[in-house]
Every structure is written in structure tokens, then in C-alpha cells.
């Protein structure tokens, strides 16, 4: 089964989302902000990234935006995000990836999106990276 590195600063969502994970056989890893899970990141690479946007130290879409510039690899790991944000569609649409839910969510609504997400590997596209005008796909 896939890896997966969760990176939220609520723990309690973090666990549920690890036990949802890890009852489904997945190999779950996680870090409560954006500087940590970088830290993860570069030392086990994930197959996907469960991202919250608001989180002390380095925010989830700073995080998503060092794994761009890096250009390690780490740019090609599908990411979704999590947030309570009301701009979310927007902060999906700047990190490039189509993958998102917001907070509050159903555990059962991230896996699903989750397993979208695992099964067509899109890797982000930065709206500072794409053609004027190019848009990703809509939620």
C-alpha cells in the first residue's frame, strides 16, 4: 500500500486520519507543521501528502511551495489539501493541485478523495508554473 505523510497542527485530526490510513494498510507518517513534514518528506518520499493550509512555522502552502523549488522529486508528490479556509478552491488552485476537502470533513470524504488522488498521481502545477491562462481541474 501507498505512503502517505499527514501534516496538520490539530493532533486529534491527525490521528483519526492516521488509524482511517492505516486500517486500509497504509504506511502513515505524520507531522504537526510544514517545517517538520518537509524534514519527513526528504527522508522517507511519500506517495501522497495529506496537507492542512493554516499551521504554525511553515504554512501548508509554504511547504507545498518548497517542495517546488527543491526539485528533488519532491515536486511530483500529489498533495491534498485540508482547511476550514473559505478560499480554499483558491489556495488549491495557486499550489496546482485539484485535490482538496474542507474542514469540518467526513473521514470517509478524505479517503475517498485520497484514493482519486492515489489512483491518477497528478502531481501539483503551480499557477506561477502553468501557461497564462491554463487552469487546473475544478473539485
Not at 10 to 28: F, I, Q, R
Not at 64 to 85: H, K, N, Q, V, W
Request: charged share 30%; proline share 8%; glycine share 6%.
Amino acid at each position: 500500500m501507498p505512503n502517505v505523510l499527514i501534516v496538520d497542527d490539530d493532533p486529534d485530526l491527525v490521528d483519526v486520519l492516521k488509524v482511517a490510513l492505516e486500517d486500509e494498510g497504509h504506511s502513515v507518517r505524520t507531522a504537526l507543521n510544514g517545517s517538520r513534514g518537509l524534514e519527513v518528506v526528504r527522508g522517507w518520499r511519500p506517495d501522497a501528502v495529506v496537507l492542512d493550509v493554516d499551521m504554525p512555522v511553515l504554512s501548508g502552502p509554504d511547504m507545498a511551495y518548497r517542495m517546488f523549488i527543491d526539485d528533488c522529486g519532491e515536486e511530483d508528490i500529489p498533495i491534498l489539501l485540508l482547511s476550514g479556509t473559505r478560499d480554499l478552491r483558491q489556495v488549491a488552485e495557486r499550489v496546482g493541485t485539484p485535490y482538496y476537502e474542507s474542514k469540518p470533513y467526513c473521514v470517509d470524504q478524505v479517503l475517498e478523495m485520497l484514493h482519486r488522488l492515489l489512483a491518477e498521481r497528478r502531481k501539483p502545477v503551480p499557477l506561477a508554473a502553468r501557461p497564462d491562462g491554463e487552469r487546473s481541474d475544478s473539485h
